[in-house]
């Protein structure tokens, strides 16, 4: 059996600001995706909550997940994505 990467991308749902970002944004990095892997997994429907500390405080995000599967892992595509 060989095999598979699970690659999850945490995406805030808002920026710096509390401003959604636009819907097509998240379709675009679907279909890109899809593309890419032959599929992608979308958790979006309860935005997960995301938590980093900045200093002394705790500064919290509503995130969205995607996911994909693959054999190998072309960090250069990455990186450049």
Do not use: C, H
């Not at 808002?14 to 636009?22: C, Q, T």
């Not at 979308?42 to 909550?49: C, E, L």
């Amino acid at each position: 059996m060989q095999q598979m990467n699970l690659i999850e991308i945490l995406l805030p749902t808002k920026d710096n600001r509390g401003k959604p970002f636009a819907p097509d944004i998240y379709s675009s990095l679907r279909r890109d995706l899809t593309e890419m892997f032959g599929g992608v997994t979308a958790f979006t429907r309860a935005p997960a909550i995301g938590e980093d500390k900045e200093g002394s405080k705790v500064v919290r995000d509503g995130i969205i997940i995607l996911e994909v599967m693959t054999d190998d892992i072309d960090y250069g595509w990455w990186k450049q994505y």
